[in-house]
């Protein structure tokens, strides 16, 4: 197996200093090269995989839970908002319709990297390899940002919904406290951007770095050939 710092001129280089019966050929190193960055994809998929369970049992066990209203109309309330059985049912319906658009988003992703595995593993032409190598990190780079951008919508839904109960109820917050709701909105966005964008700087990046790292090297054996 090869090192991840595995460097394809170093490795030539000590090729020159061993045995002939100890040299490995091009097509040697490119398959090691292959089979490592196959499997870094199936990792991906494997995480994105586990990820959809985990919201999806999240969320059918909040179906059944009555914290996030009783979060949620404690915001309002802290507004001046007079809570009704409208309000609370259309929160409970907005809230269903973000969370299975959501869980759809993560779906479409899982199936889109668990076709690219399928395509990686039985391409066998090296530059297809990499053309299919560079499809699969925009798909990644892609997720993530889908992720933050869906964070931010979302967000911004939720702020519409607000405004337009308090709107409903002809309710008009002055200055300092209307400061103070704004305020807390971006403080959240930024706070949840952060989280998401190092949950998978750690878990994603890790594997792509090294992803990264093979494809340069089977880059180096594509231009040599």
């Known amino acids: 197996m090869l090192n991840e710092d595995f460097n394809i001129d170093q490795f030539k280089k000590s090729w020159q200093e061993q045995p002939v019966s100890d ?69 409970e319906h907005l809230y269903f319709a973000l969370k299975v658009f959501s869980l759809l988003i993560t779906a479409i992703f899982v ?53 337009n109960v308090l709107q409903a109820q002809n309710i008009h917050l002055n200055q300092a406290t209307l400061i103070g709701f704004i305020t807390g909105i971006v403080i959240s966005i930024g706070l949840g951007v952060l989280m998401i964008w190092l949950y998978y700087r750690i878990v994603y990046g890790i594997i792509m770095s090294r992803l990264s790292r093979n494809l340069e090297q089977l880059q180096k054996i594509e231009q040599e050939q």
């Open 111 to 163: 199936f889109l990297f668990y076709r690219n595995y399928l395509k990686i593993k039985v391409e066998c032409n090296l530059k297809n390899f990499i053309l299919q190598i560079i499809k699969f990190k925009r798909t990644v780079n892609l997720f993530i940002f889908t992720n933050i951008g869906l964070l931010i919508v979302f967000s911004g839904i939720i702020t519409y919904f607000i405004m």
């Open 23 to 91: 040299v490995y050929n091009t097509s040697e190193i490119e398959g090691m090269l292959n089979k490592k960055s196959t499997n870094y994809v199936k990792y991906i998929f494997w995480i994105s995989l586990a990820e959809f369970l985990f919201f999806a049992i999240v969320g059918i066990c909040t179906i059944f839970s009555t914290q996030r209203s009783k979060s949620f109309t404690n915001i309002l309330e802290k507004l001046g908002v007079q809570m009704n059985d409208d309000v609370e049912m259309n929160f």
